[in-house]
Nanobody, 123 residues
Framework: QAQLAESGGGLVQPGGSLRLSCAAS????????IGWFRQVPGKEREFVAA????????AYGNYAKGRFTISRDNAKNTVYLQMNSLKFEDTAVYYC????????????????WGQGTQVIVSS
């Protein structure tokens, strides 16, 4: 099973951009469908975006459409989440997750998780 690690979080002003990365060790990321989820304290984790193993299909949560882009570079064993036009309400811990079998928007379908990276949108 792969160990996943997110990076790229930080503090950004409203309207700004961040690119999150999800890297894998222990197993090639190309064998995983990858999802991004986010969580605010006291709330359930919610779906952000997902991408198939080959990158042929992507899916987005409603609030992410038109602002966020998920992509992957299997040669670099990395999946990216480009986030543009960030809003205060995008503040959360962002997690990447992997599933070798399922391409899904549901967190219960993912069995490999990273530790998360904090994104804070603040002026």
């Amino acid at each position: 099973q792969a160990q996943l690690a997110e990076s790229g979080g930080g503090l950004v002003q409203p309207g700004g951009s961040l690119r999150l990365s999800c890297a894998a060790s222990g197993r090639t990321l190309a064998t995983y469908n990858i999802g991004w989820f986010r969580q605010v304290p006291g709330k359930e984790r919610e779906f952000v975006a997902a991408i198939t193993r080959t990158g042929s299909s992507t899916a987005y949560g409603n609030y992410a459409k038109g602002r966020f882009t998920i992509s992957r570079d299997n040669a670099k064993n990395t999946v990216y989440l480009q986030m543009n036009s960030l809003k205060f309400e995008d503040t959360a811990v962002y997690y990447c997750a992997g599933s070798a079998t399922t391409y899904s928007q549901l967190e219960r379908h993912y069995d490999a998780w990273g530790q998360g990276t904090q994104v804070i949108v603040s002026s």
